[in-house]
């Protein structure tokens, strides 16, 4: 156990005490040197992480401008958060009674796509989704999103019973 002097009263206290036993005050330990290092370097570490996350934002914007309407894994990629946020609330409607999604945090609702590239268009496929049915019981579904990908607008959507 190190032994340090109180911030407030000077007098001896344990290095890891949460408060002087002579005075009261908290993290007696603790001097404002310590804690505006700390911020420091919490600062710095942060700028540094938004350095180097910014200069991958540079290669990754080039890439995305590179998808021919035939790759379907970079159009699928590139489109996938757009994909998400419209066609989710399509497929929630489309549950007569409740819905239970079922994907992770590792894994999104679509698990592959579909490209028609004389369309201009791409499917996102899934079945990470449980209806209930009149009878209460929980029913695997699949569905179909269609995106065009000039607009970003969804131009089809098909749910049906079963699994992938």
Request: charged share 25%.
């Amino acid at each position: 156990m190190s032994l340090t002097k109180c911030k407030e009263c000077k007098k001896e206290v344990s290095a890891s005490a949460k408060t002087c036993p002579h005075c009261g005050v908290k993290n007696p330990g603790v001097t404002a040197k310590q804690t505006l290092g700390g911020c420091l370097v919490l600062i710095v570490l942060a700028l540094g992480f938004g350095v180097y996350m910014a200069s991958g934002d540079d290669e990754q914007a080039k890439a995305a401008q590179n998808c021919s309407n035939t790759d379907t894994q970079c159009n699928f990629d590139q489109n996938l958060v757009d994909a998400i946020t419209k066609c989710k609330p399509l497929i929630q409607q489309a549950a007569k009674y409740e819905y239970e999604w079922t994907d992770s945090l590792v894994d999104t609702i679509f698990s592959h796509g579909r490209i028609d590239s004389k369309n201009n268009q791409l499917t996102y496929i899934g079945d990470k989704v449980r209806f209930t049915n009149g009878f209460n019981a929980k029913v695997n579904m699949t569905y179909a999103c269609t995106m065009d990908l000039k607009s970003k607008e969804i131009v089809g959507l098909k749910v049906t019973e079963g699994k992938l």
